[in-house]
């Protein structure tokens, strides 16, 4: 029997508390002690970015971060993205790029550009290129991502 920890954090706006075993990721409790599948496990060794999730501002991935360090943290998960008025700019941008084709590194990708945005509301499209650099697509060539961004980018400025 694995030793659990409890942790408490704030989680997508609201209060979440679990007991998880101490030997688990960040990402494994997002998925199956929260339900949030969104933050998908690719490589699990921190070189996708399929994982990616925002940590007290951060981008992380969370396959990387031992689930027991989400107590007192707050995080932002792609299901956190849903707002009463609807989805995200980044999230409307990828649909109307057509930036996604299978959609298993969308949720990370669109996590790290919404932290890249969100650090810098006058980020050039060199700088979104290099800040995506760390998430893979098999699929898409990311033209239409990096286009997706940028224009999510424009439409905010
Ligand atoms: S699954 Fe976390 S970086 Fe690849
Ligand atoms: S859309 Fe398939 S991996 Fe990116």
Redesign the pocket.
């Known amino acids: 029997m694995s030793l659990k920890v409890e942790i408490e954090l704030t989680l997508n706006g609201a209060t979440a508390r679990a007991s998880v075993p101490a030997h688990w990721s960040a990402l494994t409790a997002l998925r199956q002690t929260f339900d949030l599948a969104g933050a998908k496990l690719a490589c699990g060794e921190g070189e996708c970015g ?1 994982c990616t999730v925002i940590v007290d501002g951060e981008s992380v991935n969370s396959c990387l971060m031992p689930a027991v360090d989400l107590n007192g943290r707050t995080v932002r998960t792609v299901e956190g993205l849903w707002t009463d008025d609807g989805v995200d700019p980044v999230q409307r941008a990828f649909i109307e790029k057509g ?8 949720p990370g ?1 669109i996590m790290q550009a919404r932290y890249l945005l969100d650090r810098n509301s006058d980020i050039t499209d060199a700088e979104i290129r290099r800040g995506l650099e760390g998430n ?5 060539g990311y033209t239409k ?1 990096v286009d997706a961004v940028i224009t999510a980018a424009r439409a905010a400025a």
């Open positions: 399929s930036a996604v084709q299978c959609g298993f590194c969308t990708m893979v697509c098999r699929c898409t991502i």
